[in-house]
């Protein structure tokens, strides 16, 4: 089993930048893709980024894409999602996720953290 925790959240205007961070329990962590997904009120949860166990392939979405980092630290068990450069319509529930197997960045993820508040004033 594996818990996921994620902080950094909070309130930013438009334009401004966040680091959400992601810890993780367990010694497997390593060796698991992980992944940002978000969602908004009344929309579906949608993904944001993935990066698989050593760094070495990583997706975003389109809306992200040159704006938003993911990176892993896998000494302390930790993902990271820099954002830079937000937007109002981002305003959503983050959370990183956790999945087993091969690369599969937009497949199923095993694990799940409680998510994490970011909203963008306009």
């Known amino acids: 089993q594996v818990q996921l925790v994620e902080s950094g959240g909070g309130l930013v205007q438009a334009g401004g930048s966040l680091r959400l961070s992601c810890a993780a329990s367990?010694?497997?962590?390593?060796?698991?893709?992980m992944g940002w997904f978000r969602q908004a009120p009344g929309k579906e949860r949608e993904f944001v980024a993935a990066i698989n166990w050593n760094g070495g392939s990583i997706d975003y979405a389109d809306s992200v894409m040159g704006r938003f980092t993911i990176s892993r630290d896998n000494a302390t068990n930790t993902v990271y999602l820099q954002m830079n450069s937000l937007k109002p319509e981002e305003t959503a529930v983050y959370y990183c996720?956790?999945?087993?197997?091969?690369?599969?960045?937009?497949?199923?993820?095993?694990?799940w953290g409680q998510g994490t508040q970011v909203t963008v004033s306009s």
């Open positions: 996720a956790a999945q087993r197997g091969p690369w599969s960045p937009h497949g199923k993820y095993d694990y």
């Open positions: 367990g010694s497997a962590f390593k060796w698991y893709t």
